[in-house]
């Protein structure tokens, strides 16, 4: 059974930075994919960031240039350091992994506010 646990998130000020990490557990090999997304109240789930196992990123338009997206294969672990927090970035994150299917952390609360 695979399990991810995220940590990291929190309350920050706008222009503050924050770093989330994501294990994964339960699986000996390493995920072709990793990632982040994210959900506001009121809103759709919506990607942040992915990341291959060779280290191919992808990044959402609204997070390039201040969010980077990184992992370390040998732990199946991945991070997500966040730097210029806009009050639009509050939301629940979720770490995915996927390989047969998607799987889902738990999600870890992100608030930037004054």
């Known amino acids: 059974q695979v399990q991810l646990v995220e940590s990291g998130g929190g309350l920050v000020q706008p222009g503050g930075s924050l770093r989330l990490s994501c294990a994964a557990s339960g699986y000996r090999f390493r995920i072709p994919r990793m990632g982040w997304y994210r959900q506001a109240p009121g809103k759709h789930r919506e990607l942040v960031a992915t990341i291959l196992s060779g280290g191919g990123t992808n990044y959402s338009d609204s997070v390039k240039g201040r969010f980077t997206i990184s992992r370390d294969n040998t732990k199946n672990t991945v991070y997500l350091q966040m730097n210029s927090l806009k009050p639009e970035d509050t939301a629940v994150y979720y770490c995915?992994?996927?390989?047969?299917?998607?799987?889902w952390g738990q999600g870890t609360q992100v608030t930037v506010s004054s």
């Open positions: 995915n992994a996927n390989f047969d299917r998607d799987y």
